[in-house]
């Protein structure tokens, strides 16, 4: 059974440009999570998506950061107009029902993507 | 804000138990306490979960207090390769389902 896929795993970017960052969720989730973990600092939650739905976007920056997850193909985190301040891990995670952890499931996580902004 | 408090950091000597304590004074009844790791550019790592009893897995064993206040996750037979981050979760319901993750102990096994 495959984990949670993203890609890239590392991604560079020059300021001003868009980033794409993408996560397949494990086979039979479909509720997705993404998380952001600056350079030397802890997991900072950014958004918790449903198929086609946005449950929890309390994370995410206003501006420039969005984030999808479509009825088909894999969750899309995308920055607009990089800043050096958006280079970081972003790590996606999946869990098999709505109330994840809540209920006693359990969320597993992606390897994580590496943003690099020069 | 997370709802743990745990050390910074502690030590380990190879081959010997390493026990990892938590502290969620504040944990409500519906939620469960999770555990885990990450290693150094690493996704984070599920190690064991539990609401009320205590739970044993191939990782490890986590042992919850009869007052749900604190846990301890103990690694029975510590390796270099358990040298990581280690995060004490509770899961807020209130919070929609989602993990928030605090500062965690930096674990380090020593040969």
């Known amino acids: 059974n495959a984990g949670v896929m993203q890609n890239p795993r590392h991604l560079v970017r020059r300021r001003g440009q868009e980033a794409r960052l993408r996560c397949s969720p494990m086979?039979?989730?479909?509720?997705v999570y993404w998380y952001r973990q600056l350079p030397e600092e802890g997991l900072k939650f950014m958004v918790y998506?449903?198929?086609?739905?946005?449950?929890?976007e309390s994370g995410m920056p206003k501006e420039r950061f969005s984030a999808e997850f479509p009825k088909e193909g894999p969750s899309i985190l995308r920055i607009q107009q990089v800043v050096r301040g958006d280079s970081a891990a972003y790590f996606c995670?999946?869990?098999?029902?709505?109330?994840?952890?809540?209920?006693?499931?359990?969320?597993?996580f992606g390897e994580g993507s590496w943003l690099t902004v020069v | 804000d997370a709802k743990t408090t745990q050390p910074t950091s502690m030590d380990c000597a190879e081959g010997r138990a390493a026990n990892l304590p938590c502290n969620h004074s504040?944990?409500?009844?519906?939620?469960?306490v999770y555990w885990y790791r990450q290693i150094h550019s690493q996704g984070p790592q599920y190690i064991i979960h539990?609401?009320?009893n205590n739970e044993t897995n191939e990782m490890a064993s986590l042992i919850i207090t009869e007052d749900r206040k604190s846990s301890t996750l103990i690694l029975p037979h510590a390796t270099l390769r358990d040298t990581a981050v280690y995060y004490c979760?509770?899961?807020?319901?209130?919070?929609?389902?989602?993990?928030?993750f605090g500062q965690g102990t930096e674990l380090s096994v020593k040969p």
């Open positions: 979760i509770v899961s807020d319901y209130n919070q929609g389902g989602k993990l928030i």
């Open positions: 504040t944990i409500s009844g519906n939620e469960y």
């Open positions: 995670a999946s869990s098999p029902l709505r109330t994840g952890p809540s209920s006693g499931n359990t969320i597993y």
């Open positions: 539990g609401l009320k």
């Open positions: 086979k039979g989730h479909s509720h």
């Open positions: 998506l449903q198929k086609e739905n946005i449950i929890d």
